[in-house]
């Protein structure tokens, strides 16, 4: 029997796996065994993340302009729009809210949609939960940060340190910014004017999309996302801001759905030439068995008979002493 395990033991078979490359290297699979990916990525220098994550931090924050005079536009207060940037820090949301509540929408119902359409943090967090490995009195902290353009960043980073490093630039320099530009939106409203002569409120999913644009590998993600872009194009003329977005994600089970069915009717088929396979299999093997049998007995005769012919030769023998 073996002897019990201690408490540090466990412990240590429960931490999260290291690389046996460079130290803090995130894991290529499961534990247990070797991940899709054969060979470790290289390690990144610290200085081109903080580049990636500035670059994106910095873009996507400019168009906090285009929210502040939206929010003002709307009818909210300076205050009301400078509180929504601190607090709700994602602007999808923030612009399905005061986009409802300029069209005449009620407050409720604007709120709600804001609220579904920024459940999809909940899931980056799932994630980046334990990519980071963050202490857990940092967590609710960095919980506030975690939006598409820090997932972005983070993600495709080689190793932890990379990722806490993408993710910490990303999400500081894009909430100062977003709530720097978003208060001089809304003070300077009238001043800038229509949004869409300055091209600001394209900065968002112009860089989301350069950044989703090198992570869809497989012919798998790019149909993926090609049906999730259909589907959204398609729901967005009959639909209430925000949700084309939400209905879009539905482009994941069908393509699951529609691959499953492939596989299982190409497996069927080669079931059928298997089973057709196992049928003249057993029917060549009954032969040899009957041909096998059939020898047998043919030699069980040759037996009978050589043992009739010895048995005539020994009477034949006794015959000759006795006349003898």
Not at 59 to 67: C, N, P, Q, W
Not at 191 to 215: E, I, K, Q, R
Request: with cysteine.
């Amino acid at each position: 029997m073996n002897s019990p395990r201690s408490v540090p033991d466990v412990a240590e078979q429960t931490t999260f796996p290291e690389s046996t490359g460079t130290p803090g290297a995130l894991p290529a699979g499961p534990p247990g065994g070797p991940g899709p990916a054969a060979e470790e990525r290289p390690d990144k220098p610290d200085a081109a993340v903080v580049r990636d994550a500035l670059g994106v931090g910095v873009a996507v924050g400019l168009s906090g302009f285009a929210f502040g005079v939206t929010s003002a536009g709307s009818g909210l207060s300076l205050l009301q729009t400078c509180v929504l940037s601190l607090l709700v820090f994602t602007g999808a949301s923030q612009f399905a809210l005061v986009g409802a509540l300029a069209a005449g929408g009620n407050p409720y119902t604007a709120a709600a949609g804001a609220f579904f359409l920024g459940i999809r943090n909940a899931f980056y967090g799932l994630r980046l939960s334990q990519l980071l490995d963050l202490p857990r009195a940092v967590r609710p902290f960095a919980a506030h940060w975690v939006i598409d353009e820090s997932t972005a960043v983070t993600l495709p980073q080689p190793t932890r340190r990379a990722a806490r490093i993408g993710f910490t630039v990303t999400g500081l320099t894009l909430y100062v910014l977003w709530n720097l530009t978003t208060l001089v939106g809304a003070l300077g409203a009238e001043a800038l004017g229509d949004t869409d002569a300055w091209g600001l409120d394209a900065a968002s999913p112009a860089v989301f999309l350069a950044l989703l644009a090198p992570m869809l590998r497989s012919t798998v993600e790019r149909v993926t996302a090609a049906l999730a872009v259909v589907l959204a194009l398609t729901l967005l003329p009959v639909l209430p801001a925000g949700v084309p977005v939400l209905l879009s994600a539905l482009a994941a089970p069908v393509v699951l759905f529609l691959m499953g069915r492939a596989k299982g009717s190409s497996g069927g088929a080669g079931g059928g030439g298997d089973q057709g396979r196992g049928d003249s299999g057993g029917h060549g093997n009954r032969e040899s068995r009957g041909a096998d049998d059939d020898r047998e007995d043919y030699g069980a005769d040759e037996d009978r008979r050589a043992d009739e012919n010895r048995g005539n030769v020994a009477e034949r023998k006794k015959r000759g002493e006795r006349s003898v």
